[in-house]
């Protein structure tokens, strides 16, 4: 069944688009991007401690990394807009080979800015694959969005494994450069989801979506609109303002890498592994209940965190924590895409993720200076205040009339 709003879209060799097909190997592509994440998470914060200039710098590198999805997230939905997603896709995959090089010469030649300058580039990748999301909804019938969105992030289940993987086996290969050798593989595995990228065919640009449909500030004005951004900007917003300093809080609680790259790899896999029904979950619940639901999870890990320092403490709130914002942003991603009529989709797309990404970047920047200056504890506590804008936003949503379906 077809969108009636939008004729039968091709790709630019003019064959239909098979939409299994590319949902497959948009998942599959998630599954090798997403280890691009995983690895600068997992070792950005502890190469920042050995590199930079003051401990409380130390996260800086992880800041920047948000910086460049934020930075790159309106770019790469223009260069959608205007040449289809597949060019976005593989300018993508470029930044994800030119982070690896960078980040194993700044590790090799011991220079903070120079990783600084890497992470940044992985930030503009990590940009574009989370739009693979939304590509996935583009080439199915509207009733299967959600699913087509939430079966592509499932492929991440397995970025939660490869990325961790990763950095284990070869942050030791290269002795007298710790990460060097991690951030070379991690080169090799975004050029091969390149190859796997370079198979999607999705619909090109339609003279409407050239033409740009209704303003955004009218977009952007809808209540329904408001929440979805509200809900996506909080629950990316703590994982990543929490994610980022838990290795090193790990490390300052006496526990070992190892143990913190275990943890970061369940964090992961709880993460994406949920998206193999939380599609299912919205079609029967709505997309509102699944956020809640994620926003309370988000708060129990919050609580676990707050009541003690051990290994077992960690782990249950990083998985925690991954299963709360994949409710809480898969469910506002299938929001937003309520809010937008089909020749609309790549420039509110990517205003709710630029939006999304930049407060992201406010609450990486701080993270860091809190766990320095006033410890674990303190950022946990600081999590609620956004918790509780996201549930007030939810609340005058279910009192306000639902707005019609887009399109």
Not at 52 to 77: E, H, N
Not at 308 to 314: K, R, S, T, V
Not at 327 to 355: I, K, W, Y
Request: charged share 10%; glycine share 10%.
């Amino acid at each position: 069944m077809s969108n009636p709003a939008l004729p039968a879209a091709t790709d630019s060799a003019g064959s239909a688009p098979s939409g299994t097909g590319n949902v497959l190997r948009l998942a599959v592509a998630q599954a090798l991007a997403g280890a691009n994440s995983v690895v600068v998470y997992a070792t950005g914060a502890v190469i920042g401690s050995q590199l930079a200039p003051d401990p409380a710098l130390a996260t800086l590198p992880v800041s920047i990394f948000v910086v460049g999805m934020a930075a790159c997230t309106l770019p790469a939905g223009r260069i959608a807009r205007r040449h289809g997603r597949r060019a976005a896709f593989l300018a993508g995959t470029g930044c994800g080979v030119l982070v690896g090089l960078l980040a194993s010469l700044a590790v090799v030649l011991g220079s903070f800015w120079l990783f600084c300058l890497a992470t940044f580039f992985g930030g503009a990748y990590a940009a574009v694959v989370l739009s693979f999301r939304f590509a996935a909804a583009d080439c199915v019938a509207p009733e299967r969005r959600p699913r087509a969105l939430s079966a592509v992030m499932a492929g991440g289940v397995f970025a939660g494994i490869i990325g961790p993987q990763l950095v284990s086996h070869t942050m030791a290969l290269w002795p007298a450069h710790l990460f060097a050798a991690t951030f070379l593989a991690q080169a090799a595995v975004a050029a091969l989801s390149a190859v796997v990228l370079a198979g999607v065919r999705l619909p090109g640009p339609t003279s409407a979506e050239l033409s740009g449909g209704r303003p955004l500030a009218t977009i952007a004005r809808q209540p329904r609109f408001v929440t979805a951004v509200v809900c996506g900007v909080v629950s990316y917003l703590l994982m990543n303002f929490l994610m980022t300093v838990a290795p090193l809080a790990m490390h300052l609680c006496g526990l070992t890498q190892d143990d913190a790259n275990l943890g970061l790899q369940w964090h992961v896999i709880a993460m994406y592994a949920p998206s193999f029904f939380t599609g299912r979950l919205i079609a029967r619940f709505g997309a509102r209940h699944v956020v809640a639901a994620g926003l309370a999870l988000t708060g129990a890990a919050a609580l676990v965190g707050l009541s003690g320092l051990d290994l077992a403490h960690f782990w249950v709130f990083l998985v925690l924590l991954g299963i709360g914002w994949n409710f809480g942003f898969v469910g506002a991603s299938a929001m937003v895409l309520e809010c937008h009529r089909p020749e609309e989709r790549t420039r509110v797309q990517s205003l709710n993720d630029f939006a999304v990404f930049g407060t992201m970047a406010v609450g990486s920047f701080s993270s860091g200076g809190l766990l320095a200056h006033y410890g674990w504890e303190v950022v946990l506590w600081v999590s609620f205040g956004p918790l509780a804008l996201a549930v007030a936003a939810l609340a005058l949503a279910a009192a306000a009339r639902p707005a019609p379906a887009a399109g």
